[in-house]
């Protein structure tokens, strides 16, 4: 069947097999291969990606029920500027050992920054609590978003006083 | 492995539904559970009909004295609805016991209660909160309780045709008590035994109509009727609880499974009850 769907912001028209799951789509369709298939039964995580902006097990959605959705793969969110800063940190605390983990971990990440200023470490535990790393680097990983989150609210707090608009130009 | 060849249909109203049910046609809300089944290959649906864009499956709102959740209300948006907070306030309470932020984002509370996992949270929420279901076939719809619902190991009243339309939750009253608790290997990860709680305390700290419904340890939510009946009238001491983990033995007759034999369930049950019932204690209780 037809679908005609957002892929990080490219409208692109394919068609696909029902029984295509979204990452397989995205992989071997699209080429997008930044998105990881682990599992494939909604166990490790390594899949994760946005669908209408909110985290899905891409190995548990169908391509085929995604027409008129918007998905935002790793490349995408790379891509936007949204995360610089998370991956730096990763890269900083080498939060990624094999990197099979790592578009997930980020993508699932990206929701506690987006959603979840406020989170403190155990509540960045539970939210990756559904992402595997098997090279059990989960330590650094958590340093990682802590880092992140704490340096955006200085900068905000910063930010508040002087009506700085770059922060909120880059979000 | 990779899904089996199948079909795939989206029905965008009911009549588009009760065309597209037929032999080997298997509805599709959420998938959460469904296809990874596929992986499995547990199951070879000829065709999956789509239903999440039926509008008449949606919303969540307070009606006829009863809350109503449509079947395609995802877990997610069950965790943060303030008339569920307000109304229900066990099923908030259970939301992030399911699974992880992805998989809450798609799953559905009709697919969860269709798929009637004895693991599950939110069948045991069901029984606990004594709600009915509203299944709808083509030309009518009927109501059954949450307790005649669950009817054995994934298996449910529904017949073939039927579908989940909502779920009535009666209105938490100002005395309602409720909680849940669950051990799991992993945060997410299926209860390896689990407790939703739900009872009124009265102004002379008296317990009435307690439902006690554990999830993990048998072939659908467990209501330990015999615990419930030795806390009945009860005020909620340490000689009750004591009373209700004593007689809570005879309500349960866990299978062994991958996590332990049954008599390690039964302990974490006992235990559960007891943790469950200390936090439901009223604080004078508490510091005698």
Excluded at chain 1, 51 to 79: F, K, M, P
Excluded at chain 2, 144 to 162: C, R
Excluded at chain 2, 222 to 228: E, F, G, M, Q, S
Aim: proline share 4%.
């Amino acid at each position: 069947m037809m679908i005609t769907l957002t892929v990080n912001g490219e409208r692109v028209t394919r068609h696909v097999e029902p029984r295509r799951h979204l990452i397989d789509f995205l992989r071997l369709d699209l080429g997008l291969t930044g998105s990881h298939a682990g599992c494939e039964h909604g166990v490790c995580g390594a899949c994760t990606v946005r669908v209408d902006g909110e985290i899905v097990r891409g190995c548990l959605v169908l391509a085929a029920s995604l027409d008129g959705a918007e998905v935002t793969t790793i490349e995408g969110l790379t891509d936007s500027g949204e995360v610089a800063d998370l991956q730096d940190q990763f890269v900083a605390r080498n939060a990624a050992q094999c990197g099979f983990c790592t578009p997930g971990m980020v993508m699932a990440a990206a929701d506690i920054l987006a959603h979840h200023a406020d989170a403190d470490r155990a509540a960045i535990r539970e939210h990756l609590a559904g992402n595997y790393c098997r090279c059990t680097g989960y330590q650094a990983i958590v340093e990682a978003v802590a880092a992140t989150l704490s340096e955006r609210a200085i900068h905000t707090s910063a930010d508040a006083g002087r009506g700085d608009r770059t922060r909120e130009a880059r979000r | 492995m990779k899904w089996p060849a199948l079909g795939y249909l989206r029905a965008s109203s009911l009549d588009e539904l009760w065309r597209a049910l037929g032999d080997g046609a298997q509805i599709l809300a959420g998938g959460q559970t469904l296809l990874a089944t596929l992986a499995f290959r547990l199951s070879e649906p000829g065709t999956l009909v789509d239903i999440t864009r039926i509008p008449e499956l949606r919303g969540i709102s307070v009606t006829g004295g009863v809350l109503r959740v449509g079947a395609l209300t995802r877990h997610a948006e069950l965790g943060r609805d303030a008339l569920v907070a307000r109304h229900a306030p066990l099923l908030t309470q259970a939301v992030p016991h399911i699974a992880h932020p992805a998989i809450r984002n798609r799953g559905t509370i009709g697919g969860s209660l269709a798929y009637a996992d004895p693991a599950a949270e939110l069948p045991a929420c069901a029984v606990a909160l004594d709600a009915t279901l509203v299944l709808a076939r083509e030309g009518g719809e009927r109501r059954v309780k949450a307790t005649d619902f669950f009817t054995g190991l994934l298996t449910t009243a529904l017949e073939p045709g039927e579908i989940i339309a909502a779920v009535e939750f009666p209105l938490a009253g100002p005395s309602q008590r409720a909680v849940i608790l669950e051990v799991a290997r992993r945060s997410g990860d299926y209860a390896m035994a689990g407790l939703a709680a739900v009872l009124d305390l009265g102004a002379d700290g008296r317990v009435t109509a307690p439902r006690l419904t554990f999830f993990g340890v048998g072939d659908g939510p467990v209501l330990a009727t015999r615990a419930n009946a030795a806390l009945e009238g009860r005020a909620l001491d340490a000689a009750a609880i004591a009373a209700a983990q004593a007689a809570l033995d005879a309500d349960l007759d866990p299978p062994a499974d991958l996590h332990g034999p049954p008599a390690m369930k039964r302990h974490l049950c006992r235990v559960l009850l007891g943790r469950a019932l200390q936090s439901l204690t009223p604080a004078t209780e508490q510091a005698a």
